[in-house]
């Protein structure tokens, strides 16, 4: 096969070397082509761009596989702990028992945050939503800890914000449902395992005794397994640019925050479940909607459908819908909007319109239904979503960084007016 790829330009011939993965996917490198021939390459929404190599994730949208480090998602959902997935995702290798519990004992004792990061909610007006919440508390953990600050950390630097930001997220979530609700916050309790410790900051009451359902747990922790990581996204992506410009990396988990809370990003989650209960409340007509979702001159999209790379089942989507059915079934929920959800899904996959475009139901079809029947709020789900993402976040700004990336910064076409002479305004 060869090993370059051949453009001709203007009369002029330039050989491009390709860079080949380990899957063998095929990139051509075009990181001489402006020297070379002066032209760039324009591509919308990045669908064909290749930002970098990388070594965390395997997606192949088109045969419905993911892989983190060379480990299948449902070998992970179904065998490992979230911790040990963060682990794997961030250091490349899976821990073995001495690694996973120095890992786990570091991660316990670090979940306090500073007493005065409850001061911030005092200034935020009631109902405010908890992703901007989110964004400004983990930005604010630069504040509290300024040695962040640092644009070139050593190791042992680098390792602490690391840690401090995985063991500290639960409690910050925690916190912020807590607060939102008007009930008083609950302190981590460090005898307690990551999930079930977050579980009894958000679900115990100061008033009640508070048992921890180990339904609740494995189904948290097989949540945020699904959601690590997900390669070059658009949240991913913007942690990778942020830090490029040696940002620090609080201040670069808080920009992927903020990218994922938009609807056709994480923000999908909390849309699914509005979008389910608005047909519920309209008679339940999956097939009305789906002729809506069709209609070009209709905004209506079906939330929680599509997928930038999947063009095939997404993976996490099949493992999350039988979870959401185990966990209704032993919880003995019966939440009306599953049907809504498996009326929706089987009127679409049987249509040409979705058919045609590959359209099928992503992660977030099915994880609202989940954090519903726990008892989350809707507004939480991104946040929750959030927490799954971080190590995936993390994992994605250390190897730009260790990578030695350039700053990113993309080049344009102008399209825009050429050189104009300036009038007068009382003659425009
Ligand atoms: N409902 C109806 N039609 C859709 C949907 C949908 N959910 N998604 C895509 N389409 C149609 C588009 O209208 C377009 O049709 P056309 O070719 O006739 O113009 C075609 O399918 C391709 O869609 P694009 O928007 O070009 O696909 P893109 O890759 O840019 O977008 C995205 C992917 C943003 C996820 C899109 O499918 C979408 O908006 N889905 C709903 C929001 C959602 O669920 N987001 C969560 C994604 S998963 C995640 O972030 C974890």
Redesign the pocket.
Known sequence: MSETAKLSLQGKEVELPLIIGSENEVGIDISNLRNDTGAVTVDV?Y?NTGSTTSAITYLDGEAGILRHRGYSIEDLAENATFLEVAYLLINGELPNSKEYEEWDYQIRHHTLVNEDMENIFKAWPTGSHPMGQLTAMISSLSSFYPESLNPNPSEEEQFRTIRRLIAKMPTIVAMLHKKNAGHPIIYPKNKLDYVSNFLNMTFKQVTEDYEIDPIFVEAMNKLLIL?AD?EQ???ASTVRIVGSAHSNLYACIAAGIAA?WG???????Q??IEMLEAIKQDGGDAKKYIAK??D?NDP???????????KNY?PRALIIKKSCDDILNKLGVKDPVLDIAKQLEETALADE??IE???FP????YSGIIYRAMGFPVEMFTVL?ALGRLPGWIAQWKEMRDQGQPIGRPRQIYTGYTKRDWTARALR
């Not at 609807?263 to 989650?269: M, S």
């Open positions: 929404g669908k959601h997900h996204n658009c949240s994922l609807p056709l990003h994480g923000g999908a989650n849309k699914v979702a069709k070009k209506f999209r079906l939330m929680g459908f599509g997928h930038r790379v999947y997404d319109y979705f475009r590959k359209l992503n992660v977030d079809f979503f």
